[in-house]
């Protein structure tokens, strides 16, 4: 069993940064792939950011692209998300989900709230 801890999260104006982290317990880490979503009051969950097991695949959502990276190590079971040139409609609550197969498991969230 995995389970999932976000921190990092918080209140920033419009044009600022936040780095969210995702850490993980258990031994078995580095087997599973790692997802970011979010989701906005009133609005369903959406995809956000993807990283393969190694961390060499990398995916963006349309909406994040050259603002959001992800990235992981390994050796700390812990998947970030750097935040910069953050928007108003930035703001949700961010979700990390681990996949291995059919299994998957998701931490509790992280609220981010971008003022205008």
């Known amino acids: 069993q995995v389970q999932l801890v976000e921190s990092g999260g918080g209140l920033v104006q419009a044009g600022g940064s936040l780095r969210l982290s995702c850490a993980a317990s258990?031994?078995?880490?580095?087997?599973?792939?790692i997802n970011w979503f979010r989701q906005a009051p009133g609005k369903e969950r959406e995809f956000v950011a993807y990283?393969?097991?190694?961390?060499?695949?990398?995916n963006y959502a349309d909406s994040v692209k050259g603002r959001f990276t992800i990235s992981r190590d390994n050796a700390k079971n812990t998947v970030y998300l750097q935040m910069n040139s953050l928007k108003p409609e930035d703001t949700a609550v961010y979700y990390c989900?681990?996949?291995?197969?059919?299994?998957?498991?998701w931490g509790q969230g992280a609220q981010v709230t971008v003022s205008s």
């Open positions: 989900k681990a996949n291995s197969g059919a299994t998957e498991y």
């Open positions: 258990g031994p078995t880490f580095s087997n599973y792939v």
């Open positions: 990283i393969s097991r190694s961390g060499i695949s990398i």
